[in-house]
């Protein structure tokens, strides 16, 4: 998409957002009408279309090594594969059985723990270049060891999900070709159903990742006591959000809001809905002494300042993977 029709989409997803920030429309039909109006112009967007190159190299790293770990899975079935392998053999060895299961879950639980991490970085990067203002802090951004294990135990419970999402799709897909009374070669078939599987749901699983580690960063930020020094207000920020969200508020009606309150952040945590690419970014409403600085006090940010630069000096940047009692409560 053209940067003219990047500010275009924009400006309608802001305009649609006050309209539901003023009670003018409801939130599904603000939804509805923008994605209405994508389609008609048939763009094909998704919100992960509109994000930063950053972002998107990251969420692309993430899902690149969902599928590279998920190619791996299949070479292992290819290898084991043999001719005339009909149906029902082909779904005991496509998925994830018992013996293997647990093995594999730790495997995709690091790939994920790692992509995670690197969310989280990014989140505490960017609250700390607000306060550090152009000092190099590349020596300050590491990942709190209490952290690391948050980090750890909901990479535990993606991967033993998505590994249940493979067995249960590829359940329904190969049952359905056998309702169909398929005859012909199921491993090529296994193969293109992969393909066109992978494209939507490796970024998903991409994008959920990177979000929910700025959501630990923020939570992991706000706990420390440099944060109570100044009041802080909340604004949710991304690109524009189009997507029909299940969720109450959604996207268009959070960023309407403009700046919120802790309450409002804290019971609609991000990511809020599949392909979610907004977080919500802190707001300083208020410090001690009004200065220069962002509108308040010169004392305010000196205290924030050293007291993070000391935290960030005691987390440790090595995650705690020889502890794998730290993953999840069991592997089913």
């Not at 029709?5 to 003023?22: I, K, N, Y």
């Not at 270049?129 to 020596?139: F, H, K, M």
Request: charged residues 25%.
């Amino acid at each position: 998409m053209r940067r003219p029709e990047l500010e275009t989409t924009f400006r309608l997803a802001l305009l649609l957002g006050e309209q539901v920030g003023s009670g003018a429309l409801d939130v599904v039909t603000a939804d509805s009408l923008f994605l209405s109006v994508l389609r008609a112009a048939d763009k094909g967007l998704t919100e992960l279309d509109l994000v930063k190159p950053a972002v998107r190299r990251e969420v692309d790293a993430i899902a690149a090594a969902v599928r590279g770990f998920h190619r791996s899975w299949l070479n292992q079935v290819e290898a084991r594969w043999a001719p005339g392998t009909d149906l029902v053999g082909a779904l005991d060895l496509v998925r994830f059985g018992p013996a293997v299961f647990e093995t594999e879950a730790q495997a995709l639980a690091q790939l994920l723990a790692q992509g995670r991490a690197q969310g989280y970085l990014g989140r505490v990067d960017a609250f700390l270049r607000n306060i550090y203002r152009g000092q190099d802090i590349s020596r300050l951004v590491n990942v709190n060891q209490a952290d690391w294990l948050t980090i750890a135990k909901l990479s535990g419970r993606d991967a033993v999900s998505i590994l249940n999402t493979w067995n249960r799709d590829f359940e329904t897909f190969l049952g359905a070709l056998s309702e169909k009374g398929y005859t012909g070669e199921v491993w090529g078939a296994i193969q293109e159903y992969y393909q066109a599987r992978a494209k939507w749901k490796d970024p998903m699983i991409g994008v959920t990742t990177r979000q929910s580690g700025r959501q630990v960063a923020l939570d992991a930020l706000r706990r420390e006591p440099a944060f109570a020094l100044a009041q802080w207000g909340y604004r949710l920020m991304g690109p524009p959000p189009y997507m029909l969200c299940n969720s109450t508020p959604s996207c268009p009606a959070l960023m309407a809001l403009g700046v919120v309150d802790e309450n409002m952040m804290r019971e609609n945590p991000m990511p809020i809905h599949a392909n979610c690419v907004h977080d919500w970014e802190p707001v300083m409403l208020r410090g001690e002494v009004p200065d220069e600085w962002m509108g308040w006090g010169t004392d305010t940010r000196g205290r924030i300042k050293e007291n993070y630069r000391d935290l960030l000096q005691r987390w440790p940047s090595t995650p705690p993977w020889e502890d794998m009692s730290v993953w999840t409560g069991g592997w089913s």
